[in-house]
């Protein structure tokens, strides 16, 4: 997440594309809507994750960075290719641990983000799924 300026607490703030296939999406996407797609010069793992460092490309409209796109490694097992959608929090690690409390469940426990900040994907008690970033770095 690229010149990202800091969202206001609980607004939506990124979207991402996870597919098995980052050539043909992109293609699609970008003849569809006519984005523009740079390839990331911080292209790596998460802190932790023992899968290889990936190539992140984001989603560029009118200028603005709005989102990603990247091809899911072995770790995602038969996931069929989703898009998410990011909220930013002012303290991942402080909601999270509400999640349970609400009637949620954590599906990826609070992890940093090199470079980025520090995300946690959850589901609410509908089953929906949600990613929650707090971002690093970031201007006010």
């Known amino acids: 997440m690229s010149e990202q300026m800091m969202p206001a607490n609980g607004s939506f703030c990124w979207n991402e594309l996870s597919t098995t296939d980052d050539g043909a999406a992109i293609k699609f996407y970008t003849e569809l809507l006519g984005w523009e797609v740079k390839e990331s010069a911080a292209a ?16 560029v409209v009118a ?12 770790e995602f097992g038969q996931t069929p290719s989703h ?14 641990a ?3 409390e609400l009637g949620g469940k954590v599906c990826v426990p609070p992890t940093d983000i090199p470079n980025t900040g520090r995300f946690s994907v959850i589901t609410d008690p ?15």
């Open 44 to 59: 790596a793992a998460c802190e932790g994750s023992e899968a290889p460092p990936m190539v992140y490309n984001e989603i």
């Open 63 to 74: 200028g603005r960075h709005v989102g990603g796109i990247f091809k899911m490694g072995p």
């Open 126 to 140: 509908t089953g929906a799924t949600i990613s929650l970033i707090t971002l690093k770095g970031a201007n006010s």
């Open 83 to 96: 898009w998410m959608a990011y909220v930013a929090v002012d303290d991942v690690d402080a909601r999270a």
């Open 98 to 100: 509400q999640v349970a």
